[in-house]
């Protein structure tokens, strides 16, 4: 009986070790995940809208002739 008290608490502790440290490595990586998002947002390139001169991510801009950049088909098309 004396065994299996000490196998218990052994267990729980085992348990509650690994359980603590899954918590600290998983925010460890969401910290590490919305700080490159972060870097890689700040990072990008702003270009204004041909049309409207609105300011957009160069990703979310739409090319049109002449190198133009637009913010939406419906401006490059009344371009
Ligand atoms: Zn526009």
């Not at 969401?30 to 041909?50: N, T």
Request: aromatic share 8%; glycine share 8%; net charge positive.
């Amino acid at each position: 009986m004396k065994y299996l008290l000490w196998g218990l608490v052994l267990y729980l502790g085992w348990r509650w070790v690994t359980a603590s440290r899954k918590t600290v490595s998983s925010d460890a990586a969401d910290g590490q995940s919305a700080r490159s998002g972060a870097d890689a947002q700040a990072a990008e390139k702003m270009v204004q809208c041909a049309r409207c001169g609105i300011h957009l991510p160069v990703s979310e801009a739409v090319s049109g002739n002449d190198a133009q950049l637009f913010c939406c088909e419906a401006h490059r098309n009344a371009a």
